[in-house]
């Protein structure tokens, strides 16, 4: 695998680990050796290898009967000090995310639960009553475990009626400070889509194009789909979109991954936070 190739694999699998998903038939993917390389594919690797390993064991994070009779509703304004992020809530519920490195801005509707790495919001999302459920449990347990300065933000749907055999639905916005894409030249975003079914076996990729945003923003967009096995056993179609943006430092990805079954409910929320998007000149 090169590291281009090993790169598209990573981030599937890690999309895949958070939901708690065992990508095709198989228990296990190879990865590539770190080494003192400092780009995104290695950074990845690092973390990855531990978050397939999860998806496999149940990894209680809380018990249900330390649950607090109440939640706190908001969470300030907090900032990582290692990370330079910031997540405020807003009043109708949603979550504005500023990346100071990165040099950008989105809103995360409600109600997606909006995450950060070592942050107050995670702290207390293992609280919550939905919390107790194993396969939010997994994931909650897969994120702590990623690089926050790689990793910038997670969003998990914990709605019980959206937990499609136990999948669960996530976004994740993950930052390369050395990419270019040169949007909106497609050209970057071609080699990735093609690399994607040789990166990851049983990926089908769906469509690749560039699109601009209402607000005059360019970013790609990659469609695909593979089959999966959740922690439980059941086997899905999972559906991942992938939307990227050039930044003034870097590149962001921001990665949904959710079941066939569900795309069609989850899209338009997915769709709609992507046009808040802003980059900070």
């Known amino acids: 695998m090169n590291r281009k190739h090993g790169l598209l694999a990573l981030l ?36 990855v290898s531990a978050a397939l390993q999860m998806t496999q064991q149940p990894m209680l994070i809380v018990e ?45 509707p409600a109600p997606w639960l909006a995450l950060r790495i070592d942050s107050p919001e995670y702290d207390a999302a293992l609280t919550l009553p939905e919390a107790s459920n194993p396969a939010i449990q997994r994931s909650l347990s897969t994120i702590q475990a990623q690089d926050p300065d790689v990793f910038r933000l997670f969003a998990l749907d914990v709605n019980e009626e959206h937990l ?21 030249n497609d050209a970057r975003l071609a080699e990735i889509a093609d690399a994607l079914p040789s990166a990851v076996e049983g990926t089908e990729v769906l469509y690749f194009e560039v699109r601009t945003s209402q607000s005059g923003v360019p970013y790609g967009v990659i469609t695909s789909q593979m089959r999966g096995v959740t922690q439980d056993g059941t086997n899905l179609v ?17 990665t ?23 980059v900070m000149e």
Do not use: H
């Open 64 to 108: 249900e009967t330390e649950a607090p009779e109440t939640v706190p509703t908001e969470i300030p304004a907090t900032a990582t000090p290692s990370a330079e992020t910031t997540l405020g809530k807003n009043e109708d519920g949603s979550n504005i995310f500023t990346d100071f490195l990165g040099g950008y801005q989105l809103t995360v």
């Open 12 to 47: 599937v699998l890690l999309t895949t680990a958070l939901a708690c998903v065992i990508p095709g038939t198989t228990t296990s993917a190879p990865l590539p050796t770190p080494t003192a390389d400092t780009r995104l594919e290695i950074m990845v690797a690092e973390t």
């Open 238 to 254: 999972i559906r991942q979109k992938m939307v990227f943006f050039d930044l003034p430092v870097g590149a962001l990805s921001i």
């Open 164 to 184: 499609d055999g136990g999948f669960v639905t996530n976004i994740n916005l993950v930052w390369d400070q050395q990419e270019k894409l040169s949007l909106p």
């Open 256 to 278: 949904l991954s959710t079941t066939e079954t569900l795309l069609e409910t989850i899209e338009p929320s997915f769709d709609a936070m992507i046009e808040t998007l802003a």
